[in-house]
DNA sequence: CGCAACTACGTACGTCGTACGTAGATTGGG
DNA sequence: CCCAATCTACGTACGACGTACGTAGTTGCG
């Protein structure tokens, strides 16, 4: 990422008092150069937004994107915090702390999809614009009157989006990997199977080949990042129901004894 | 990646039959050309490993490296796998599974201390290597015999180590982020506090801040990688025993009733 | 022995982010 | 009102990077 303090003045450059200038007025805004590149990474991925060919698609030299942005890094932060800011903010507090945990889970994992590029940004310590902030806010309410301290609300809160961000990064993978290889999983494993048959064979690996086989089969392909979200985020949630709904006991260990924390 | 075929024989390179060749003998070996990169790599990072530099470490051409490997995607392939290869295989088949699967994903955290540069990695789709295979096979046998099919162990297995790259790339996001500042979170929030404070008003985000701000007393920072490890990894092997020792019905809906899968 | 195959390597190309300097437009202060 | 301060836009250029390509030299098989 880029310089934080800069980045910050940029994120949140709509509420900042804007002082008036000397020099010309700029041609274009910033937001118009932060909107163009997400079109470009969404058509192309990350790697094809670099410096010229935006500047390219925005019809001016590639050191003029400097003087809206401070460089490359500060230009993905922009990205992504209004991405964030875009994020679909219903009013789901009826329902359980369940379903509106899952709600938060689907819409981050909606924003992956549409835009894949997602997957190659480092989304867990973002820094904190007006977007990000918005999107924590809202996504707290779905913890918030569950009986969860405020760190372990915070501590739920980022272990369901890590979750649905390993997950997305494992699809981008999968994706990326068809992509270079220029060939499904069938074909792959057509290519490569009698070497790997040679090398693998049961008897070193009994386990790794029954399930290994058993997983392939049953998806279709070596990895089905549907199904790994599907479980994943069963198990994510039935992980915080322990926590949550645990018997009320005042004091004392909960119905497993606490458990030591490792290295 | 690189190229799948390719990259399969390189990996394989020790169980492969080595017919005679014809021309000189190479200089190093494969091996060697691997661990020097790994060295490099844990010294100075993924970004250090460039071809000039690692032929520089080697007292080789930058281009002598393609003898031995056919491109630089392929060389961090094959350092990947090497790495799995060398992880520890202990037998504590005896106790829980609990204890079990806590082990592995201590050892895989482990690895990931010890070689930062892996949160850099596609990690969950690498070729399948003899590392790779080993490291499969050895995690499986932690949840042999619990009572899931073959699919739900590869699911479970994917789940819990998708948790730990997960929370690996977050420390290491940060560590990269505070390096980059050039200070301390300390130091950051008392330059950015002025600015973050006119930003964020307790009045617009009354959750965010008060949550956040819990957070960030408990840990001393913004974001605690070894908490949020600590937390996840309960959560995560609690929602895998409500999978495991959910009450044994032999047919019909669990406790819960079966969840549809979202999209 | 001769030639095919292989290693090692030097040069060079195309890509990237961006430092730096400059020309021209704009506007606030005297 | 004017000019100096200040800002925009941009051209050039630098130092990275991965690696394609061609060549010289070495080895071992037929």
Redesign the interface.
Known sequence: ?G???RT??LL?RD??PSQAKRGPKQALTVTAVVEAAVALADAQGLDAVTMRALAGKLGIAPMALYTYVPGRAELIDVMLDTLYAGMPRRKPKGRDWRSRL?AVA?DNR?LFTRHPWLADV?T??PP?G?GQ??K??YE??AL?GVGL????????L??VL??V???A??AS??R??RL??QMDDGA?WE??AP??AR??DPE?????S???S??GK?HGA??DP???Y??????????????IERPRAPRGPARRPA?K???
């Open positions: 990422m310089d934080p303090t910050l003045e949140w509420s900042l899952e689907h909606a480092s867990t310590r904190l007006p902030m918005a924590y806010e707290l309410q918030e301290d405020d760190v372990a609300q915070d501590a739920a980022t272990f890590g979750f961000e390993s997950s990064r494992a993978d999968q990326a990997a270079e290889s792959w290519t490569n070497l790997l090398m693998s070193r690996y009994p386990i790794a029954r399930v290994g058993a997983a049953a070596a990895y549907d199904h790994a599907a479980f994943g985020l069963e198990r994510v949630l039935d992980g915080l129901a322990a926590l458990r924390r490792g290295a």
